[in-house]
Structure formats: C-alpha cells, structure tokens
C-alpha cells in the first residue's frame, strides 16, 4: 500500500501535461514489469531520470569530438591511425580474396586443368604479403592510437586540474574529494578503451564488411542479396532482448547501486551495529537488497536470453542461404570457381567484424556514460578575475565591506538575502546564529569559494571580482572547523603559510598558536610527519597547529570557520589566547557556534535565515530575543 502510494505521489508530480514526460512514462513501464519493485529503489529511479534528463545525449561522433577538443593538437596523430588501421583491413580482405584464387588453382589443377604453377605462387605471394601488410599496418596503428591516447588523457587530466582552479572552490565544498578524484582518474581512465581502440578500430571493423557486401554484389546481385536473409531473425531476437529494456536497465542499475550502499553502509556501521545488538535488523536489510538484485538480474536475464540467442545464432551464419545458393549457381554453370570460393568464404569473414561492432556499441554506451561526470566538471562555469600581473591597489587601512549581496546555490534557492556589513582593520567580527543560518556561506564568499549572485564584496577598498586569484589567495588566510594537514612534517605544514620562512619565524608562529611545546614533546619534533589529514594528530593539535599557519602568513584578512569546533575546553582556551595574536592590524572574521567564544568581539552580526538580525556588541544583542535565546541555550538555561 505504502509503495503503491509513493508511485502515485511521483506520477502525480511528472503528469504536468498530456504528453507523457519520460520520468511519468518510465514509471509507469516499471510498474508494468510487475516485479514489486522496493519505494527506495523507485526512488533511485526518479533521481537517475530527472537527472538524465538535464543531460544531453551524445553521438559516437560527438563523443570523438568532445574528447578531441580537449587535446586537438592530436587530431593529426589520431586521424593517421586511422588511415593505418583501414588500410590493414583492406589487405586483411585481400588475403581471403587471394586465398580464393589459390583455392580455385588448386581445384583446377585437381580437375585436370593445365594451368602454370606460377599462378598459384603469385596467388600465395600476394596473400602472404597482403597478410603481412596487415599485421605492419594494424601494429603500426594501434602503437600511434595507444600512445595518442595515453597523451591525450593526460591532457584532458590536466585540463581538469587546471578547471578546478577556476570554477568556484565551493564546487570542492560541495563535492566529495572522492567524488573528484574517481572523475579525474578513475573516469578519465576509463576513456582508455574508447580513444585508444575504439576510435581507430571502429571505422576499419566497419569497412570489412562494406567491402564484403560491395564485393559480393559485384560477384553476383543475387548471392550479395542472399546474405540478408538471415537479417530479419536478427531483428526479433534484438526486438525481444530490447523489450521494455530502459525499464529493466533502470530497476537493475538501481538494484545494483542499492545493493553497494547496503553494502558500505553494513560495513561501516559494524562497531555501532555491535554495540547495539542491531545486527538482524541491518543485516536483514543487506539480505533483501541482494536478493532483490538478483531477482531482478534473473529475469531480464530470462526475457532476454531467447532474443541473444536467436540474434547471435542468425548473426553467426550469414552463409545459411548464399552457400546452398552459390552451389546452385555454379552447378547450373552461372558462376565460376572462383566466385563460389569468394561466396563461401567472405559471409564467414564478415563474423568476426560483426562481434567486434556489436561490442563497440556496448563500449559506446559504457564510454559515453562514463565521459558525462567528465564533461559536467568541464562545462562548470569559472570565475573570472584579472589576470595575475594586474594586480590590485589594495587599501590596509579599509577593512571588509558586504553590499547588498545575495547568493544562491546550484539548486536556485537563495540563501543569503542582501547582506551588509562593514569591518575594521585591528577588530574582530563574530558571526553567529542558528545553524543553517548562512554564516559558514558568508565566510566562503569572502574567501572566494564562490561569487555572489547580487551585490559586492569589497576588500581594502576593491571588488574582490577584480583581485587576481593568486592576490586574493595572499591577503586571506582561511581556517575551518575541517583542518587539514598534508602528510609531510609539522615544520612544512606550518610554514604553508609562509614558503620562505626561517626557523625562527616557524617558531614564532608555532608558539603564539600555543603548539610549540606540545610539537617539541614528540619524538621527532617539528620533523614529525602530520599523518593523512592530518591524521596523527588530535583534533585540538590540529587546530592549533593550522593556527600557527594561519599566523605565520602576512595575510590582511583572517577567516574562522568554527576553528574551536572540536576543541576540548583546555585546548579551547589555548586556541583563544592564540587568535588574539591574529587580530594586529588584520581583518578577522570569526564564525562561530560557542558564544563565550566570541563576547570581547568588536562586533557581532546575528544572522537567520539568510538574513541580518541584528549588530553590535554582547551586552547589546543580549536584548535581542534570538541572540539572547542562543546566549541562555549556552548556559544550558534552556
């Protein structure tokens, strides 16, 4: 009842006309499966529909384009590949067409004919050679299109590395750092088989068999139509595999990803699935993901096993009808030897090619799915600053000015709602409110994550529109509750924040954030290495250390994002000590969530909903209801 519900619930939200959209059209075929398909794999499927549907389909030709303007500099490379690998399956072809006329000498000769033993060995000479010219040409092909594509994916790697460096770094927020690496290498690895076999290949697979039918055809009409025969049973058996196959695709794929995610999930929530005696309950739900992907499996398997089959078995004796016909043609006299070796033999060489293009297409599909994500990361759209030589007059003695901006994510919801405000240099900002309430985004769009939708953010005096990335990067330092340490020694993450500091100036940095003493206490010192992440370290550590970092560069401008997020309150209070060495004559922009954090702040601006609640200082805003409402929820009186 509940699934039947939510089916009627998403058919009512794609019904917006008379014409079935294809989210209501699929829906509808999927339910006519009759597979009693699970309410979160229907869901999986709206998602996956309304998401293809924003994007456009792609051809093999513009595939092959797509890839190549990221690299067309290898257009030349690619395009002799090509010339090669066709030109070895045109000798290919004539080794069975010389292999025929030796065939046929031999049958003569067999019959009595007097014919030259010359004949035979110019037949056999030109079959070898044309072999041989086969296996020169294809060797010679495949090495230029291997090493082609391998420099062409490394271009389009470096194409997407250099992307990132333009699209707005909220992408980065947004999206997972797996998400982004799988785009990059795996994705981008997965082109391989496309660009370095199929792109070459296709056009020489493909010329085989035109070559064949011109050929049979020009034999003899008749023998050259007979090998269409067998072309209707492919068509059913390809009609009966294709029967409501987008559904059957839709509700496998979904299965399949269900049945990962149950997977990980079961996986990952081992210990807590332990520690609450929840191990039938989770289990159970793994258990009915897996048998409902191999329910599924089974029987688009079975719907589809009767077409493969005929498709393949007609597919696989082109020469069922031109062989009987040959034969009869030449025992009334019509054809000669020759022509009846040739009617036997190319229909058969046609069989190979015919597999090799039915699995190019399968590889299209996989390809061109594949080359979406990729292509979604390069159609983002950059943000545009100056180039890095026009450098921007930056004003120290002006701080950061918010005018009427406005920003809305990918989705078009807008979530900030005209936002002004103005800081000095020397003074500390707080910004602070409910959670959701736009603090974080505030703090990312002076960064420069992203760029505003309405409105101006200024920085001493400048658009920061019209600051030089690698400028902007240097007048601002931004922490988040999310610290981050490579896997390199202290001594290297700290000095990130300035690259040619001495000892001393790291030192300096390391114990106005409070973390020299802590960083002398282990073994190796500042050569200890941070771990992945940072991961060697406390929570604490971390922070003060990205402190220290934060310290050590001469940037005007300063950005907290819950830096005492996860600080313990000895840790917190160090962290405090430490951000007031921050504030000389810096912009400091702090968000926070701990309101005793933030009570000596300059100013304070409440935010809610997207919007400026109010301004001013502590004992000021502790009139305000919210503000004071959040101040009690602190003490724990609420």
């Known amino acids: 009842m509940e699934k039947k519900k939510h089916h009627d619930e998403m058919l009512k939200r794609t019904s917006g006309g008379t014409k079935l959209g294809k989210d209501e059209a699929l829906i509808k075929e999927v339910e006519s499966l009759n597979l009693d398909v699970p309410q979160e794999i229907m869901q999986r499927i709206e998602s996956d529909v309304a998401q293809s549907e924003k994007q456009a389909k792609i051809s093999m ?45 031999l049958i003569k000769r067999a019959g009595g004919s007097s014919i030259g033993f010359d004949e035979l060995l110019q037949y056999a000479f030109l079959a070898m050679g044309s072999l041989l010219l086969y296996f020169v040409l294809t060797g010679l092909s495949t090495t230029i299109s291997h ?57 020489s697979r493909l010329l085989h068999p035109i070559l ?3 050929i049979l055809f020009c034999l003899d009409w008749r023998i050259g139509l007979s ?37 990980a999930e079961y996986v990952r929530g081992i210990p807590v699935i332990k520690a609450f005696a929840q191990d039938k309950a989770s289990y159970g739900k793994f258990a009915d993901a897996v048998k409902f992907y191999h329910f599924s499996t089974m029987k688009w398997w079975k719907q589809s096993w009767l077409g493969k089959a005929l498709m393949t078995a007609a597919m696989m004796t082109p020469q069922i009808v031109s062989m009987p016909f040959a034969f009869y043609l030449y025992g009334k ?96 900002t707080a910004l602070v409110g409910p959670s959701g309430g736009g603090k974080s985004t505030i703090a990312k769009l002076l960064a420069g994550f992203w760029d505003p939708a309405s409105g101006v953010i200024s920085l001493g005096g400048v658009d920061t529109k019209k600051i030089p990335f690698h400028q902007l990067a240097e007048e601002i330092s931004f922490v988040s509750q999310d610290n981050f340490l490579f896997d390199v020694s202290i001594r290297d993450n700290i000095r990130l924040g300035k690259p040619d500091a001495s000892e001393d100036e790291i030192i300096r940095a390391a114990k106005a954030a409070h973390c020299h003493e802590f960083i002398m206490a282990l073994p190796g010192g500042y050569e200890t290495k941070a771990g992945v992440a940072g991961g060697a370290m406390s929570g604490g550590e971390r922070q003060r250390i990205t402190l220290a970092r934060a310290i050590l560069k001469p940037a005007s401008t300063i950005i907290l994002d819950e ?15 430490a951000i007031s060495h921050l504030v000389k004559g810096k ?47 602190y003490l724990g009186e609420e």
């Open 227 to 263: 090998i269409f025969v067998p072309l209707p049973v492919v068509l059913i058996g390809m009609a009966t595999m294709m029967h409501k196959y987008r559904s059957r695709m839709a509700v496998w794929l979904s299965s399949y990803a269900n049945v990962a995610d149950r997977s």
């Open 61 to 105: 030709d513009g595939l092959t384009k797509a890839l190549m303007s990221v690299a067309p500099e290898y257009k030349g490379r690619m395009r002799l590949s090509v010339i090669f690998a066709c030109l070895g399956e045109i000798f290919s072809f004539a080794t069975y067409f010389f292999s025929a006329y030796a065939a046929a000498w």
């Open 333 to 428: 006299g019509e054809i000669g030897i020759e022509t009846l070796l040739l009617s036997l033999i190319l229909p058969i060489s046609i069989l190979p090619q015919a597999l090799a293009i039915m699995m190019s297409f399968e590889l299209f599909q996989m390809a061109s799915n594949t080359w979406v994500s990729i292509q979604e990361l390069l159609d983002m759209p950059v943000q545009k600053r100056p180039d890095a030589d026009k450098r921007a007059v930056i004003d120290n003695t002006k701080g950061i000015k918010f005018t009427d901006v406005s920003f809305s994510y990918h989705d078009g919801t807008e979530v900030l709602h005209k936002i002004s405000f103005e800081t000095k240099p020397g003074e500390v």
């Open 212 to 214: 064949c039918v011109i």
């Open 587 to 633: 912009n400091l922009v702090v968000v926070a969530h701990r309101l005793n954090t933030i009570k000596q702040a300059h100013q304070i601006i409440l935010i809610d909903k997207g919007q400026i609640i109010a301004k001013g200082r502590h004992d000021e805003l502790l009139q305000e209801p919210l503000y004071a409402s959040l101040w009690r929820q």
């Open 147 to 203: 090493k082609t594509s391998f420099s062409i994916l490394e271009k389009l790697r470096q194409t997407l590395f250099e992307k990132l460096k333009v699209i707005p770094m909220g992408y980065l927020v947004d999206n997972p750092v797996g998400k982004i690496k799988v785009i990059i290498m795996d994705r981008v690895a997965d082109m391989e088989d496309w660009v370095a076999h199929l792109m070459p290949e296709l056009p």
């Open 563 to 577: 830096a005492t997020a996860y600080a313990d309150p000895e840790n917190e209070a160090l962290i405090q000590e």
